[in-house]
């Protein structure tokens, strides 16, 4: 079977790990290449916890440093759910790898171009600053992508605003702009991610299985929880993992397809997920968005990715 080829675009935080970590030795994915923006964290940090679980898992893959900061806002980091690090928790072993000297943007717009048409799958699972930076750079990669799988945005409420999921409300002008490219999108919404919840039980269930694997989930979990749970009321949710999820059984999912853009201007509306439900704008629809996932058969998925790194002690 030939494996689908991906590029993951992160800022790298507790569920971007897991999001690395599964589609690195993912039966039906080829991880081409990782690229970095900020978000999270300053990009600093997120392109080292990138190098770091990168170089944990033993994936040589090349790493990119991307945008420093939104297209045209200041970054506003969350230090809170995701430490000071961007990814508190697990204590990483010496880095064995380097970041490319190529800008995200400029590697994503030339790696995009040079491969046949349709064969290369981009997951963004940060601020679509990276993305928006090399359609600007490349318009024509928008129709040469296979598909752009985004973890963002809310239909209902948000988490960072009531109106407002964190990465649309990083860089609202960035995810403006990729909607509105061309690109076959898949939205997984917060209203998705959210119903795929990890427990105490399964937590400790999951951090019995050997391997680097499991070591780096159970230490970024533990943390991830603790600060999901202090500061925003809520049980940790395997948001970016569901991208993932979605490359290697779509079937996991309900999805219809709609028009969607993001709020730039409001006050109190800032990056909000706009979808024009009923068709009362007349447009086309532009992405899919899924509406609802099998939590029980994605936590499955997500024990057998773990098992994968049992020879990795």
Known sequence: MTKRT???????????????????????LRLDAVTV?????????????????????SLKVPVYP?????????????????????????????CTL??????????????IMKAPAGTITVVATGPLSNIAMALLLEPSIAKRMRELVIMGGAVGWGNITPAA????????????????????????PLDVTRTVTLTKERLAHLSRIPGKGAELFTASMTCYSAACAKYIGESASMHDPCCIAWLEKPDLFTTEKKFVSVETEGTLTRGATVVDHTGVLKKDPNARIALTIDAQRFWDLLEAALQRYQMLA
């Open 6 to 28: 991906v590029i993951l675009d992160v800022d790298t935080g507790h569920d971007d790990a897991v999001a690395i970590m599964m589609a690195g030795r993912s039966r039906t």
């Open 66 to 94: 991307g945008m420093r900061g939104p297209l045209l806002r200041p970054l506003e980091p969350a230090p809170l759910i995701h430490g000071e690090s961007g990814l508190d928790g697990p204590k990483f072993p010496e």
């Open 98 to 111: 380097e970041s490319r000297k190529e800008h995200a943007a400029v590697f994503l717009a030339r790696r």
């Open 165 to 188: 999921e964190y990465n649309s409300y990083a860089d609202p002008e960035a995810a403006r702009i990729v909607y509105a490219s061309g690109a076959s999108i898949t939205l997984i």
């Open 37 to 57: 923006t900020a978000g999270n964290q300053t990009l600093d940090k997120t392109l080292r916890n990138t190098l770091n679980v990168c170089s944990a898992l």
